[in-house]
């Protein structure tokens, strides 16, 4: 399973660590606030981030803006701010692409390419659901979903 976070804004809440508990690698879409979320996503799996807007410092310069991985023979496009996709997901052979940045969690199918945004695990925004989101990939059939955390409250 491949966790998905975003928008921590330095706030790593322990619900999403026990919904992520599990996972064999996690990805982070961006806003992460401190390195020391990233230490604590490593606890559970090995993390892929890319740095947000609010993302500053010397800690956050040597963190990518965009990522294209491999994980269970799916392909991952992991970005912070999905306006600025750069890349035809569907030409490259992205079966999914990650972002965060709206910290509305979004699960939607596009041109055979799924569109996840796992919503914002850290500050509450308006009233936006607290959530992150899973991703199986079994063979060639890639599931995705939102796990709103109040789940794990």
Do not use: C
Request: zero cysteines; a negative charge; aromatic letters at 4%.
């Amino acid at each position: 399973m491949v966790g998905v976070i975003s928008d921590t804004h330095g706030l790593m809440r322990p619900e999403a660590l026990a919904a992520l508990a599990g996972s064999d690698h996690i990805l982070h879409a961006g806003d992460i606030g401190t390195p020391a979320i990233l230490e604590a996503l490593h606890a559970i799996a090995p993390v892929t981030a890319v740095r947000g807007n609010n993302d500053r410092g010397p800690w956050a310069e040597a963190i990518a803006e965009r990522e294209m991985l491999e994980l269970g023979g799916a392909w991952f496009y992991v970005l912070h701010d999905i306006a600025e996709l750069d890349i035809d997901p569907q030409a490259a052979g992205v079966h999914v692409v990650v972002a965060g940045h709206s910290h509305k969690p979004l699960r939607e199918e596009r041109d055979g390419v799924i569109y996840l945004n796992p919503g914002s695990a850290g500050p509450r925004r308006f009233k936006l659901p607290v959530a992150v989101a899973r991703v199986v990939v079994e063979g060639s059939r890639v599931e995705a979903s939102l796990t709103m955390l109040q789940e794990f409250a």
